[in-house]
């Protein structure tokens, strides 16, 4: 008996695509396709994934409309080292995330838990430094210029009781008076 469908002895295999695909520390679904599943990476946002897909597609000749599931480990591979280094793969400084390294004086570009490591420990630094910057990070107020009057507030609220609560209190009160009367 023949096995029926389109499996035959002369036609290729199809290769199933991979449902999880790990990329930069985060498992994504392989049913995305690389533009969408590179903005899932922490540290990628909709802008840069679109930049990074696009050199992809220039420099290893993969569509942007490819799902990730279906490529091969080489091939993801070297959109790994894209991700790592955009600035190579032809990226403008001004879309990656760190500016300017404190270490090297070059653009960098971090994702995932370098991304988090990275910011904690600028923070800490400007803390360490006693620069302006991280008096306001110490005591958590606004970094960059904001107003500070009517916005941010944290804590107890302060404002309008209602009149429910105020007759509560007043009775509360009376009734801790009258034992001590007696």
């Known amino acids: 008996?023949?096995?029926q469908g389109s499996e035959h002895k002369g036609a290729p295999k199809r290769e199933e695509a991979a449902s999880i695909i790990r990329l930069s520390g985060r498992d994504i679904d392989g049913s995305l396709?690389?533009?969408r599943a590179l903005s899932r990476i922490?540290?990628?946002g909709y802008n840069l994934s679109n930049s990074i897909a696009k050199a992809v597609?220039?420099?290893l000749g993969i569509q942007r409309s490819t799902p990730l599931g279906s490529l091969s480990e080489q091939q993801i591979s070297e959109i790994e080292k894209i991700i790592k280094d955009p600035a190579?793969?032809?990226?403008?400084?001004f879309m990656l995330n760190h500016n300017k390294d404190a270490e090297t004086g070059l653009p960098k570009h971090y994702?995932?838990?370098?991304?988090?490591?990275t910011t904690r420990q600028d923070v800490n630094r400007d803390v360490s430094?006693?620069?302006?910057?991280g008096f306001r990070h110490q005591y958590g107020q606004k970094v960059r210029g904001q107003h500070t009057r009517s916005t941010g507030r944290t804590g107890v609220t302060v404002g309008v009781t209602k009149k429910a609560i105020v007759a509560a209190q007043k009775e509360a009160k009376a009734a801790e008076k009258e034992p001590a009367k007696k």
Do not use: T, Y
């Open 57 to 59: 597609e220039l420099k």
């Open 42 to 44: 922490k540290g990628i």
């Open 1 to 3: 008996m023949e096995k």
């Open 111 to 117: 994702v995932g838990n370098d991304l988090l490591f």
């Open 33 to 35: 396709n690389i533009q």
């Open 129 to 133: 430094l006693k620069a302006w910057r």
């Open 88 to 93: 190579s793969a032809g990226i403008p400084s």
